[in-house]
């Protein structure tokens, strides 16, 4: 490591040692030991008769480990090709030729690659042998040793094949740090900047042992309250909605970390709009992710309009797409805003009357809503999602004047005449969002904030549903959080109406 951009006293760390136990299944524990040198502890932290080890790390990772007992190490590749299937088929094959058993442990040495194989192939092996990580990139250290969370990607896309499966002990060793090259680092930085609104705090004012020992007690409060990721621990998805579609609409030539330091970014531009934080926690995000010296914008030449699609096939997004924002009261919701590009600047509202009109359009067939297809609209009627939307739109200081029509033209016209009172509109255009080119040239013509809107995740549903013709003319996207859509289709209305995008 020869950047040390975001380090402050890494040199004052001293031999500074922290241990964090990670607590899983109630009582099960085991222990995340940080510090400089700590690699020397690994003999004590083997399960008790332990007679052999199986050390698995990458060429190039130069980290002396002595287990104490006979061991044998077994190189993977480098690069997430190798992150696959047949590297673990290899691994156990190999293990088995030489007769590990169950009472022997594997040793990750490496970074999130090296955990997240060598702990899938452990926890399959004979149906699940001990390991143990000792973490060598910032990132694994912080993150991807931490949490039992293991996997290997499929043709089909990243970490779809995958167990939890908890380590006997994570050895966090700073020494091994100061062979990783700049970038490296710099994409662990990335991941760490999350943790300073997830409980962290001010994490760049300590010194690096500090540092990754207040985000491991972080990761593991998480982990603790929810192993197996339904509910608390997606939050430390914090920025990767965002983050994921820009790594693939850059075919990854943006590093996962970086991504996630724009995602920040974004979230915390979107929880603006929508009113959750004020423009000085905006401005605390800008100056973490830049004093990491991560990228502040995205990249030239980034298709901006595929983000989007992209953002809903995230698989974290699974009853829709949902994004991690910051907020006084922590943090929910969900909705997407065309970030550039598109509609060209959107500061001429026609925005004349002191409260403010708000245009609600629904589509064909959201008359039925309740009866159609409840299991995937929901049961709320059209008259419940109307009132819904008016209510908070009311209690936001705006006024709503909702328009139901199954023909196109009627809903053209309508916005249309949008264009002389109207503040904003939010349309749920139905199954004429995947084709009316009619409705998109309305809304191009139309100056105010759009807010598109869905009950159901049309990404997740049958490939015609995927496209939507309103998305490129429509400033923000609510879709899959059914009725509760509707009011946060206000809210960010709302946002919008305020900010100057
Ligand atoms: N399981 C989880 O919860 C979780 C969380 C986050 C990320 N991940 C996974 O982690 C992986 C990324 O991990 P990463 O960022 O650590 O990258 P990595 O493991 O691919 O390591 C990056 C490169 O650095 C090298 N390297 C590692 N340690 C080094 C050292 N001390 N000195 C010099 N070179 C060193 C590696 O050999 C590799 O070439 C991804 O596959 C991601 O999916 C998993
Ligand atoms: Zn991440």
Not at 26 to 53: C, D, F, K, M, Q
Not at 115 to 142: M, N
Not at 284 to 312: A, C, K, N, Q
Request: aromatic share 4%; with cysteine; charged share 20%.
């Amino acid at each position: 490591m020869t950047d040390t951009a975001g380090v402050p006293g890494k040199g004052s760390a001293g031999h500074e040692r922290r241990e964090v136990d990670v607590v899983v299944s109630g009582a099960r524990s085991y222990p995340v030991v940080i510090g400089s040198g700590v690699v020397a502890e690994l003999a004590s932290w083997l399960p008790e008769g332990t007679a052999r080890v199986a050390v698995v790390t990458q060429s190039g990772i130069r980290v002396q480990v002595d287990p104490g007992v006979a061991f044998e190490t077994y190189l993977i590749g480098h690069g997430e090709e190798h992150k696959c299937m047949s590297t673990v088929e290899d691994l156990c094959s190999r293990w088995s030729e030489d007769g590990l058993t169950r009472g022997d442990c594997v040793l990750a040495v490496g970074g999130g690659m090296v955990t997240d194989v060598a702990g899938f192939a452990a926890s399959v092996y004979h149906r699940g042998i001990p390991v143990i990580h000792v973490a060598t990139t910032l990132l694994a250290q912080i993150d991807a040793a931490i949490g039992g969370k293991t996997g290997v990607n499929l043709p089909q896309g990243k970490n779809l094949v995958g167990t939890f499966w908890q380590p006997s002990a994570v050895l966090c060793d700073t020494d091994t740090l100061d062979t990783l090259p700049p970038r490296e680092w710099r994409c662990g930085l990335g991941e760490l900047a999350k943790y300073h609104w997830l409980g962290g705090g001010r994490l760049d004012e300590l010194p690096l042992v500090e540092r990754i020992a207040r985000c491991v007690g972080v990761k593991a409060g998480f982990v603790a309250s929810d192993e197996r990721e339904a509910g608390r621990r997606a939050l430390l998805n914090y920025g990767h909605t965002l983050a994921h579609a820009l790594e693939i609409a850059g075919g990854h030539e943006l590093r996962h970390g970086e991504a996630v330091g724009l995602g920040l970014l974004f979230a915390a531009e979107l929880a603006r709009a929508l009113g959750r934080i004020d423009a000085a926690a905006v401005a605390e995000h800008r100056r973490v992710v830049g004093g990491y010296g991560l990228p502040m914008r995205i990249p030239d030449g980034t298709d901006v309009g595929s983000l989007v699609p992209l953002m809903f096939r995230d698989k974290k997004a699974i009853g829709g797409l949902t994004f991690v924002l910051d907020g006084p009261g922590g943090c929910r919701g969900g909705s997407r805003r065309r970030s550039g590009g598109g509609r060209g600047d959107s500061g001429g509202c026609p925005m004349s009357s002191a409260v403010p009109m708000v245009l609600l359009l629904s589509g064909p067939n959201l008359n039925l809503s309740g009866q159609r297809e409840p299991e995937i609209y929901g049961s709320a009627t059209l008259d419940d999602l109307v009132e819904a939307a008016t209510d908070e739109a009311a209690a936001l200081g705006m006024e709503v004047q909702h328009l139901h029509s199954n023909h196109e033209g009627d809903l053209v016209d309508a916005i249309q005449a949008a264009r002389a009172e109207t503040a904003g509109i939010v349309i749920n255009a139905g199954a004429l969002s995947h084709y009316s080119w009619a409705i998109h040239d309305a809304l191009a013509a139309f100056a105010g904030p759009v807010v598109e809107l869905h009950l159901s995740n049309p990404g997740a549903r049958e490939a015609f549903r995927h496209e939507s013709v309103v998305t490129p003319v429509a400033t923000a996207v609510i879709a899959g959080l059914g009725a509760a859509g509707y009011p946060l289709a206000m809210r960010a209305m709302a946002g919008l109406l305020a900010a100057t995008f």
